[in-house]
């Protein structure tokens, strides 16, 4: 059940929730600011959990990634890290506990991919 179905926060703010979420997880990590010279399509929030990189593409309910940031993520995913699409701070709950618990990396990349 959402906190305010009224409110939609924007990608700046979810960005900010799952950032707080990962450091009260204690998960390593750090926001990739895109510029001149960025890697094209990297992803938001580059971090490292249980010895899995994690690639963090940030959306919002409806945003849509741009073929470079699929592409970005499905070498990622080819390289045996994490590259995901979240929508929400409940997304990266999930996606944690789901490392944490052993979960099968294949079934995260395919829950989280879009």
Known sequence: MERFPFYKPNESEITQEIRR???????????????????????????????IGLFIEVKTSKGKLSEVQMN????VNINQGLGVVVRSVEDIIEICDGLKNGKDLSVLREKFSH
């Open 21 to 51: 979420y990962l450091k009260i997880r204690g998960v390593w990590h750090f926001k990739q600011w895109q510029g001149l010279g960025s890697f094209p399509g990297i992803s938001d929030i580059i971090g490292l959990y249980r010895g």
């Open 72 to 75: 970005f993520l499905k070498m």
